[in-house]
């Protein structure tokens, strides 16, 4: 996984991104009607019920625009809310608060209902040992605040990005040559490039994780798109050889069924691409 600094300098990148997006030479519409000394208030109102995410990210938001802003925080990330609720107040001036409206709101709406699903499905594995893993089908440009949501509902984190984990698919091992070749060749890239990777090995079949178990080093095997009968299998197969997880169009209708298979993770790219945004504004006080 990326270190805490390389995941803080991720959150900046995000929120300079965005405010140049959306604020380019300057906030006309309040450049034109509020004067420059002007100093308000502002609420952060819910207006759907699940659970909160990104107030702390949206504080380092009202800090980047503007370090005199003085935010007070009501409700901590990962708590329930529902509606009527008052998340944040944020006080300090106008000008400062509208610029940084938009971006706050699209942030957390986006991270709340990611990390609401996220918890929906931790309730749904309530009972067994499986966890819930995302994916990297997140939203270009903003991978880190929806992996930072996932957190705050309770699941965990699958890598990063391409660059802090191995993952060794259906179509890198068919380009390799194999799994044994495409294991080989990985283990000998690791060793030369002195780079300390753990390996996940994809496998479609009972007998590509026999295969794969021929392997020494790999740190879990992804059973991708098997029935339930072919998972209890695997995972019996594999026992206590590396780690476990499912993935391959498991919903919540089944995704409790897998977990009784009894693999280590199940990872699930609806957690960030299938969700929607929880209703949230911005008032003035």
Not at 63 to 80: P, S
Not at 102 to 127: C, E, H, P, W
Not at 177 to 205: C, F, H, M, P, W
Request: aromatic fraction near 6%; charged fraction near 25%.
């Amino acid at each position: 996984m990326i270190s805490e600094q390389q995941f803080q300098k991720e959150l900046q990148l995000i929120i300079s991104n965005a405010i140049r997006e959306d604020v380019g030479d300057g906030d006309h519409s309040s450049l034109a009607c509020i004067p420059k000394s002007a100093k308000g208030k502002a609420k952060l109102l819910v207006k759907d019920t699940g659970i909160i995410a990104g107030v702390q990210f949206a504080t380092m938001i009202f800090e980047y625009v503007d370090a005199d802003l003085n935010v007070d925080i009501l409700i901590k990330d990962g708590l329930k809310v529902t509606h009527g609720d008052i998340v944040l107040t944020v006080s300090g001036s106008s000008q400062s608060i509208l610029k940084a409206e938009r971006l706050v709101l699209n942030a957390m709406q986006r991270m709340s209902a990611i990390a609401t699903k996220t918890a929906f499905y931790m309730d749904l594995l309530k009972g067994t040992n499986t966890k819930i893993l995302d994916t990297r089908k997140t939203t270009p440009g903003i991978r880190a605040i929806e992996k930072w949501a996932v957190k705050i509902g309770g699941g965990e984190n699958h890598r990063f990005a391409l660059y802090d984990m191995i993952m060794l698919k259906d179509n890198h091992i068919d380009f390799a040559g194999g799994i044994t070749k495409a294991i080989q060749k990985t283990q000998r890239y690791l060793k030369e490039t002195n780079r300390d990777l753990k390996i996940i090995v994809e496998a479609r079949s009972l007998k590509e994780i026999e295969e794969i178990l021929e392997s020494e080093g790999i740190h879990r095997i992804l059973i991708d798109n098997f029935n339930y009968e072919d998972t209890r299998k695997a995972v019996k197969l594999i026992g206590d050889k590396c780690q476990t997880e499912s993935s391959g169009g498991i919903t919540e209708e089944t995704l409790r069924k897998y977990a009784e298979c009894g693999v280590d993770y199940i990872s699930s790219g609806a957690l960030t691409h299938s969700i929607y945004n929880m209703d949230l504004s911005l008032k003035a006080v």
